[in-house]
C-alpha cells in the first residue's frame, strides 16, 4: 500500500533561515507528488506539484522541491522564510493512473519574526 | 466561481444523530472527494467520486456514506454519529482525476464535534 512519511512534525526558524522538510512515499511505480500549504484558519492551497519533467519544480511564494526517484523523496525547500510562512504543511502522493490522494501527516512551521 | 463550499461550518452533535455535510462546487469538476483531518494523522480519505452515479471508498469510509446524483454536489451523510468521528472535514474537487498533475481544490471545512 501506498504511503507518505513526514518526518519533520513540528519545525521552528527564524526569519530569514533556510527551510527544508522531507517527504518520502513508498510506491514502486509512477507517481504524481504535491505539497499542499494550510494557513492558521484558511484551507488547504496548492503549492507546487510534480507529474514529469523536470525534477525540481517551483511553486508560489519562493518555495521550490526537488524529485529524487532513487531515494522516493520529494523535499520542499525555500532558501529564506517569512514570518507569513508559517502555516501547516502538507506532502500528498497520487499513483498515476488511479484517483486516491494519500497525505503525509504533516509539518507545522513556525517562523520566530 | 465560488470554487468549493462546504456547509455548516461548525456541528455539534449527540452520539446517534445523523445529519449530511453538504460540498458543493461551481468548475465542472468530474472528480470530488471527502477527507477528514485529525491531528497527527493528516488528512485521510473517506470517499470519493469520478463523476455522477460513481462513488467509491477511500481509506477510512466506515460509518459515512455518500451519493453523486449531480456533478455540483457530493454530500457526505452519518448516519449514526460516534465520538470516533469528531474531526474536520475537507471536501475537495478537480478537474479528472488526479493522474496528471490535476490539483485538487478544497473547500474551507466543515468542525463537526460529536458528544
Known amino acids: 500500500a501506498q504511503s507518505v512519511s513526514q518526518h519533520n512534525h513540528h519545525v521552528i526558524l527564524s526569519e530569514a533561515a533556510s527551510l527544508e522538510l522531507g517527504c518520502n512515499y513508498s510506491?514502486?511505480?509512477?507517481?504524481?507528488l504535491f505539497w499542499y500549504v494550510q494557513y492558521p484558519g484558511q484551507h488547504l492551497q496548492l503549492l507546487l506539484k510534480y507529474f514529469s519533467g523536470d525534477p525540481l519544480v517551483k511553486g508560489i511564494k519562493g518555495f521550490e522541491a526537488e524529485f529524487i526517484k532513487s531515494k522516493f523523496s520529494f523535499n520542499l525547500r525555500k532558501p529564506s522564510v517569512q514570518w507569513s510562512d508559517t502555516a501547516e504543511y502538507f506532502c500528498a502522493v497520487n499513483a498515476a493512473g488511479t484517483y486516491k490522494y494519500i497525505f503525509g501527516t504533516g509539518t507545522r512551521l513556525k517562523v520566530l519574526a | 466561481n465560488a470554487g468549493v463550499t462546504q456547509t455548516p461550518k461548525f456541528q455539534v452533535l449527540k452520539t446517534g444523530q445523523s445529519m449530511t455535510l453538504q460540498c458543493a462546487q461551481d468548475m465542472n469538476h468530474e472528480y470530488m472527494s471527502w477527507y477528514r483531518q485529525d491531528p497527527g494523522m493528516g488528512l485521510r480519505l473517506i470517499h470519493y467520486s469520478v463523476g455522477a452515479g460513481i462513488t467509491d471508498q477511500g481509506e477510512v469510509p466506515n460509518g459515512y456514506n455518500v451519493s453523486r446524483s449531480t456533478t455540483e454536489d457530493f454530500p457526505l451523510r452519518l448516519l449514526s454519529a460516534a465520538p470516533s468521528q469528531t474531526s474536520v472535514y475537507f471536501c475537495a474537487s478537480s478537474y479528472s482525476r488526479p493522474t496528471g498533475g490535476n490539483e485538487q481544490f478544497f473547500g474551507p471545512g466543515t468542525r463537526l464535534t460529536v458528544l
Open positions: 510506491y514502486g511505480g509512477t507517481v504524481n
